[in-house]
């Protein structure tokens, strides 16, 4: 909640404006970038990832599915860098919109493809409750 409804608020605005946008959530649970096996994906986590510099926390190696995710990752952000408004149609990723499954899911299970779905699930906690509601 802390930096998802920021993140709404914030694709709301730039659809608002027509501004062409993506929104990701990165799932990604390497031990060798996790200090503690449980903790998961936590904010920044997917850095040394896409930097390719997993290898550079601990002393256990990447795994090879973490590489491919590295990989993946890293050509995603260089084809958008190249090309903001069409870069990412290689990959397959949908422009965001509140209407459609298109909030992009990365390493979910430490999967290399991206996965898509409504972001109406991780939006929820982010409506006020009105007065009644109370």
Same mark, same amino acid.
């Given at each position: %909640?802390?930096? #998802?409804? @920021?993140l *709404?608020?914030?694709? +709301? &605005? *730039?659809?608002?404006?027509?501004v !062409?946008?993506? *929104?990701?959530?990165?799932?990604? #649970?390497?031990? #060798?970038?996790? @200090?503690?096996?449980?903790? /998961?994906?936590?904010h /920044?986590?997917?850095? !040394? &990832?896409?930097? /390719?510099?997993?290898?550079?926390? +601990?002393?256990? !190696? @990447?795994?090879? *599915?973490?590489?491919?995710?590295?990989?993946? %990752?890293?050509?995603?952000?260089?084809? =958008?860098?190249?090309?903001? =408004? %069409?870069?990412?149609?290689?990959? /397959?990723?949908?422009?965001?919109s509140?209407?459609?499954?298109?909030? &992009?899911?990365?390493?979910?299970? #430490?999967?290399?493809?991206? &996965?898509?779905?409504?972001?109406?699930?991780?939006?929820?906690?982010?409506?006020? !409750?009105?007065?009644?509601?109370?």
């Amino acid at each position: %909640m802390i930096y #998802n409804c @920021p993140l *709404r608020e914030s694709a +709301r &605005i *730039r659809l608002s404006q027509h501004v !062409p946008t993506w *929104r990701y959530l990165y799932h990604g #649970n390497f031990s #060798n970038v996790s @200090p503690i096996a449980w903790l /998961g994906a936590y904010h /920044g986590s997917e850095i !040394p &990832i896409v930097f /390719g510099t997993y290898d550079k926390f +601990r002393a256990i !190696p @990447p795994s090879a *599915r973490e590489v491919e995710v590295s990989e993946y %990752m890293q050509g995603a952000w260089v084809a =958008f860098a190249k090309d903001p =408004f %069409m870069g990412l149609r290689q990959y /397959g990723w949908p422009q965001f919109s509140f209407d459609e499954p298109t909030l &992009i899911h990365l390493a979910l299970n #430490n999967t290399v493809e991206a &996965i898509f779905t409504s972001a109406s699930p991780w939006d929820t906690s982010c409506e006020a !409750p009105t007065r009644s509601e109370l």
